[in-house]
């Protein structure tokens, strides 16, 4: 059993041949499932032009399965500060915040949420990339903003979201609790918890360090059943090695199909080495080591796998053999 609080990230994936509103359906019952299984947590990552992830706002996803739910928290795992004004962020999430008392986190990144370079000019309406020093403003505002001008009571819980040591070192200078994405950049993973560990001033949102870690779990009865619900995603990875943002989310099938060349091959290895994959005793004992050597306050599990009951499922064989009782949990 792993005695920390598990949550999970949502990033939407849209099934090669199905329509994004058929993604979006699902959202519901996958929210609903969650909470009743007892996750601590629930975010909607931001993304834009993709033929496999749903363009569908975090702050949208948030209300809506806040609604249909009991006890999990819920939030933006993140939203990208480059694509919105600061005061638009405190706004929105204050307000969820006061509907959903205790419920709502603001997990803030920096991305564009999107390799389509048109589209990621299109959300800063025509500005080129964001400067650290601009992405550092628009934190403190919109951190400033639900203090100052977003007087509806209980606030939303803010989170820095990192994959580096330059976004470790500013949630260490603004204290704020840090999550980091094990899931994207494993191999900066250890070096930026130690820096944010080592620079990290308290403030009023965090008085100490405060550490999550999200990393890529798939759960399956047998390893062969793992690396199948795994393929798909693994195609979509090969592709982004070699520059395609383009790529649709196979089927398992389809991605059993799909020839992977020997650099992919190696590359793959290498990245899935350093996540949870396998059986409920082999994702348990990955966790496990990874908690220890992080030393993290929480794990969030992203599952990326194609069908909704498949991904629910592999929530549920993880939450059978590590979750403490929900009532531990929250």
């Known amino acids: 059993m792993i005695d920390l609080p598990l949550s999970a990230l949502e990033v939407a994936m849209v099934q090669n041949g199905t329509r994004a509103v058929e993604t979006l359906r699902d959202t519901t019952e996958f929210a609903r499932r969650l909470d009743a299984l007892g996750y601590r947590r629930l975010w909607y990552a931001e993304h834009h032009h993709s033929p496999a992830i749903g363009a569908f706002p975090p702050v949208v996803l948030t209300a809506h399965a806040a609604a249909s739910t009991r006890a999990i928290r819920l939030g933006s795992g993140g939203v990208l500060a480059p694509n919105h004004a600061p005061i638009m962020l405190a706004e929105q999430f204050g307000t969820l915040a006061a509907l959903h008392p205790g419920r709502i986190d603001l997990g803030i990144g920096r991305g564009p949420g999107t390799f389509h370079e048109p589209t990621a000019r299109a959300l800063r309406r025509g500005a080129g ?7 550092r403003d628009d934190v403190a505002a919109t951190l400033r903003l639900l203090l100052d001008e977003v007087a509806l ?4 819980e803010p989170w820095l979201l ?13 204290g704020l609790p840090i999550a980091f994405a094990h899931h994207i950049r494993p191999d900066n993973t250890l070096a930026a918890l130690d820096h944010y560990r080592a620079h990290f001033s308290p403030s009023r949102w965090c008085e100490r360090p405060r550490v999550l870690v999200c990393v890529e779990t798939v759960c399956a009865e047998t390893p062969q059943e793992a690396a199948r619900l795994a393929g798909p995603m693994n195609v979509i990875k090969a592709g982004l090695l070699k520059g395609e943002s383009d790529t649709p989310f196979p089927s398992p099938e389809e991605a059993a199909r799909h020839q992977f060349t020997a650099q992919e091959e190696g590359a793959l290895a290498a990245f899935l080495a350093q996540q949870a994959h396998g059986t409920p005793e082999m994702v348990l004992r990955r966790l496990t080591e990874l908690a220890a050597a992080t030393a993290a306050d929480e794990l969030m599990l992203v599952t990326p796998i194609y069908a909704v009951a498949d991904r629910l499922r592999s929530y549920e064989l993880v939450q059978q053999c590590s979750l ?6 929250r």
């Open 129 to 135: 990339p964001t400067t650290d020093e601009e992405y």
């Open 162 to 174: 990192s994959s580096s040591t330059a976004g470790a070192a500013l949630a260490a200078e603004l």
């Open 324 to 329: 403490p009782p929900a009532s531990q949990q």
């Open 153 to 156: 009571g209980p606030l939303p």
